[in-house]
């Protein structure tokens, strides 16, 4: 019977570091510009809704890892005078976050801050625009390119009930310019971060 209790009250224990939810929420873009002697143009990712899963692990009152999964579903667009396309997209970001909270895990609200990194990748799903309507600046292909991807934010955690959370953050998605699928034209140059502004709001469950 003691036995039975000490595994009974591990168990519990054990039970309250583990957290599963999903978040939705809204992309906003800030892009990138590409230079050329002809015109300057604007390129980047449509703004559109985001959505995503976290899985999370508490190491300490303090501090918790999370493997966080976010769609988007932004189209590659070149956008300048008397130009306006884009070509159906959307991207896919894999990070692994640290989140440092304010307060221990028992209270009821928890504000926290997080960071991390992993891979984002930029997915075409559409054909490309035929003709091209501006290929002496540059051009919208349909290559799927995967970058490095810095993570960046902070939000809060509101205990509802036991093991219901909702949470709600903003976070900083960063990555370098697509090159590859939004191609410049030979001589020009393309310059920006690629950020995606995300505020988001979920529910969890922890266990």
Do not use: C
């Amino acid at each position: 019977m003691r036995y039975l209790a000490v595994l009974l009250f591990a168990g519990a224990v054990w039970g309250q570091h583990y957290e599963i939810g999903a978040t939705v929420g809204y992309g906003v873009y800030n892009n990138g510009t590409i230079f050329s002697a002809a015109q300057t143009v604007q390129a980047g990712i449509r703004n559109r809704f985001a959505a995503g899963i976290n899985i999370g692990e508490d190491v300490s009152d303090y501090v918790s890892g999370e493997f966080q999964y976010l769609y988007h579903d932004g189209h590659p667009f070149l956008q300048g005078t008397g130009v306006k396309t884009d070509i159906q997209g959307q991207s896919d970001a894999l990070t692994m976050n640290a989140l440092f909270y304010f307060k221990k895990r028992q209270h009821r609200w928890r504000p926290f801050v997080e960071g991390g990194a992993g891979g984002k990748e930029y997915i075409i799903a559409g054909p490309a625009p035929f003709p091209q309507p501006i290929p002496q600046v540059a051009s919208l292909t349909t290559n799927d390119v995967w970058k490095v991807v810095f993570v960046a934010g902070g939000g809060v955690k509101l205990r509802l009930i036991p093991h219901l959370l909702l949470r709600a953050e903003f976070r900083d998605y960063m990555t370098t310019f697509p090159r590859q699928q939004i191609v410049p034209a030979p001589h020009n140059t393309a310059r920006g971060v690629f950020q995606q502004f995300t505020p988001l709001f979920g529910v969890s469950y922890t266990f």
